[in-house]
């Protein structure tokens, strides 16, 4: 049985959109369009909208990849240049807070996701270094599953939300917490005619004369490039059935650091769809990234947040089945990415 994943690597000088194989190895497309008969898209991105026009284009792959011959099947190794699965989305959501462990330290639950941009240009594929500067302070993983939008979405209901995800793809939203803190925000203190309530609904107040407001910009703190490592493959979403049941196991150098489970999510994936599409058009190729593991593991008691990548180097790796595992090296240098 074929497990319909896509996914994209640099073969001959030039990105190739790649199918896996029945036995694991890679595909190239162009192979199996031509057993097909089928005209070849040029990117995931155009995969993306023609599957969506074309009911019949999946089923068709998946017949023609089930047949293939042996001399078309490349096989993975550590030489394979993966690229991002997708690499040029019009946006990247990420969901803050979204797990239960770690909403109890949350002064208020905001009782909706909290979002979050980044950028495509942080994104980078399976196997390549996750670039960080010792200077950031605290730099972190984060274990994350991520949809790819598969048809424009705006306005949608929850239970309309998966008719609108081509795939599903494994996300590692690296986060500076350094930077963040460091670059990224800014505390004022307002007088009191210009302080309005729902400036402070979501923090507690330190006496009646607290005015202070803290503003905090997810920009380089997440959006450096690099910090987006995703892949290798996007999977079918009736390969991955409810996404809201999956296992993430983080490592270090194949050491565990975090086990945790999607069902811990604060908010449903679906509910995060639907909720983001009340703010923003999803687009075809979108990414939303829903958020990080919160359980712990042996030395690792905070789980990822007690890998400091500024501080140590390995592979950071990141299995949730039946996505695959994505890794990544991480790599410092000094004056930024």
């Given at each position: 049985?074929?497990?319909?994943?896509?996914?994209?690597?640099?073969l001959?000088?030039?990105?190739?959109?790649?199918?896996?194989?029945?036995?694991?190895?890679?595909?190239?497309?162009?192979?199996?369009?031509?057993?097909?008969?089928?005209?070849?898209?040029?990117?995931?991105?155009?995969?993306?909208?023609r599957?969506?026009?074309?009911?019949?284009?999946?089923?068709?792959?998946?017949?023609?990849?089930?047949?293939?011959?042996?001399?078309?099947?490349?096989?993975?190794?550590?030489?394979?240049?993966?690229?991002p699965?997708?690499?040029?989305?019009?946006?990247i959501?990420?969901?803050?807070f979204?797990?239960?462990?770690?909403?109890?330290?949350?002064h208020?639950?905001?009782?909706?996701?909290?979002?979050?941009?980044?950028?495509?240009?942080?994104?980078?594929?399976?196997?390549?270094?996750?670039?960080?500067d010792?200077?950031?302070?605290a730099?972190?993983?984060?274990?994350?599953?991520?949809?790819?939008?598969?048809?424009?979405?705006?306005?949608?209901?929850?239970e309309?939300?998966?008719?609108?995800?081509?795939?599903f793809m494994?996300?590692?939203?690296?986060?500076?917490?350094?930077?963040?803190f460091g670059?990224?925000?800014?505390?004022?203190?307002?007088?009191?005619?210009?302080?309005?309530?729902?400036?402070?609904?979501?923090?507690n107040l330190?006496?009646?004369?607290?005015?202070?407001?803290?503003?905090v910009?997810?920009?380089?703190s997440?959006?450096?490039?690099?910090?987006?490592?995703?892949?290798p493959?996007?999977?079918m979403?009736d390969?991955?059935?409810?996404?809201?049941?999956?296992?993430?196991?983080?490592?270090?150098?194949?050491?565990?650091?975090?086990?945790?489970?999607?069902?811990?999510?604060?908010?449903?994936?679906?509910?995060?769809?639907?909720?983001?599409?009340?703010?923003?058009t999803?687009?075809p190729g979108?990414?939303?990234?829903?958020?990080?593991?919160?359980?712990g593991?042996?030395?690792?008691?905070?789980?990822?947040?007690?890998?400091?990548?500024?501080?140590?180097?390995?592979?950071?790796?990141i299995?949730?089945?039946?996505?695959?595992?994505?890794?990544?090296?991480?790599?410092?240098?000094?004056?930024?990415?």
């Amino acid at each position: 049985m074929v497990t319909m994943k896509f996914g994209t690597i640099r073969l001959d000088g030039e990105a190739q959109l790649v199918m896996q194989a029945y036995d694991g190895g890679i595909c190239p497309m162009e192979a199996v369009m031509a057993v097909s008969g089928r005209d070849l898209p040029g990117t995931m991105l155009d995969l993306v909208t023609r599957a969506d026009d074309d009911a019949d284009l999946l089923p068709t792959l998946a017949a023609a990849i089930d047949g293939m011959a042996e001399d078309s099947i490349i096989r993975p190794d550590d030489d394979t240049d993966w690229l991002p699965p997708i690499g040029n989305p019009s946006k990247i959501l990420g969901v803050a807070f979204n797990n239960r462990e770690l909403m109890k330290k949350a002064h208020h639950d905001p009782g909706v996701p909290n979002f979050f941009l980044k950028p495509p240009s942080c994104l980078t594929g399976h196997g390549k270094p996750i670039f960080v500067d010792p200077d950031w302070g605290a730099v972190i993983p984060e274990p994350e599953i991520c949809a790819v939008i598969g048809r424009r979405a705006k306005h949608i209901s929850e239970e309309e939300a998966l008719d609108h995800v081509f795939g599903f793809m494994i996300h590692n939203d690296v986060t500076s917490h350094g930077l963040k803190f460091g670059k990224d925000s800014i505390a004022v203190t307002y007088d009191r005619d210009m302080a309005r309530p729902e400036f402070y609904g979501w923090r507690n107040l330190h006496g009646e004369d607290d005015t202070d407001a803290y503003y905090v910009y997810h920009t380089r703190s997440k959006g450096t490039d690099s910090f987006g490592p995703c892949g290798p493959w996007i999977t079918m979403c009736d390969v991955v059935g409810n996404p809201n049941d999956l296992h993430v196991t983080g490592t270090i150098d194949d050491e565990v650091f975090t086990k945790d489970h999607t069902g811990n999510y604060r908010f449903s994936v679906e509910t995060c769809i639907a909720e983001a599409s009340r703010y923003f058009t999803l687009e075809p190729g979108d990414m939303i990234s829903f958020g990080t593991t919160g359980k712990g593991v042996g030395r690792f008691p905070r789980g990822h947040k007690s890998l400091l990548l500024g501080e140590i180097t390995g592979v950071v790796g990141i299995e949730i089945e039946p996505l695959g595992r994505l890794a990544n090296p991480v790599r410092h240098q000094k004056g930024g990415a």
